[in-house]
């Protein structure tokens, strides 16, 4: 199943009794639901989406600049690297990130980025020049202000695009992942990184699930993306899915998956059926 969530003249035309409400209310206006039965289906529906964000971005500006997350994400992007799209994407013109890393060495098991590498980079003809990962010998401070200034010299020459907005990057995609405490890329629950508004790249030492040492991108430039999509899959998720897209008063504000809100981009979350049995939506839907 694919539903948009209640139109804008729909929610407008209920008053809402806060300002919360209205926040949030905008929140769901923008996100798209798509909602699959089973893996398999949401595999080939992750697979289409991004071959076609792919394939606009290349029409538009010549490059398509993505931005991965670890965890599930990658297994769940396989189909990428079948037929057709590992004949019809076209691979040279992509520039990939990470939204978050752990700061182990890039052969270490914990690494994003071998994770991405073995999953799908080696797989398809993508440039090496055009993998962004974290520099892997230094410290999380400096691993995180390195990473900012690559992605501000690549922004210089527009193979990321500039928000109109606020001077921050405009990934033409950014995937994330989402853990059942609702965080998302490196963004954990009650950490101050979620108030981290002015530099674009982050880092962590304690970050509650291991391994402690994380950069991360704040919530500034997943906000300003043209393109951000929530990929989750599981039951142990169901009640973080509900937090994050219900209307739930006041009781989670600071959920980081909630504050995921792009200012003008796309919000699509797609979602396992198992995911999202707790929303309030799943009701009508037996
Ligand atoms: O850095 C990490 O610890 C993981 O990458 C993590 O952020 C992951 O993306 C989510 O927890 C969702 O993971 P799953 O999709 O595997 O449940």
Known sequence: HTWL???PSLSSSVSPPSAFMALFGAQKDKAEMRIHENLDELRTDLADYIAQLSEMSVKERGVFAIALSGG??????????EAPYNKTVDWAKWYIFW????VVGKSHADSNYKLAKDGLLSKVPIVPSHVHSINDSVSAEQAASDYEFVIRQLVRTRVINVSEINDCPKFDL???GMGPDGHVASLFPNHSVLDENNEWVTFLTDSPKPPPERITFTLPVINSASNVAVVVTGGSKSEAVHLALDDVGPACPSLPARMVRPTKGKLVWFLEKAASSKLDSAQFSE
Request: aromatic share 0%.
């Open 72 to 81: 599930s994400l990658i297994g769940l992007m396989g189909k990428l690297c």
């Open 5 to 7: 969530l209640p139109s």
């Open 174 to 176: 950014i995937l994330l």
């Open 99 to 102: 939204a978050d890393e752990r």
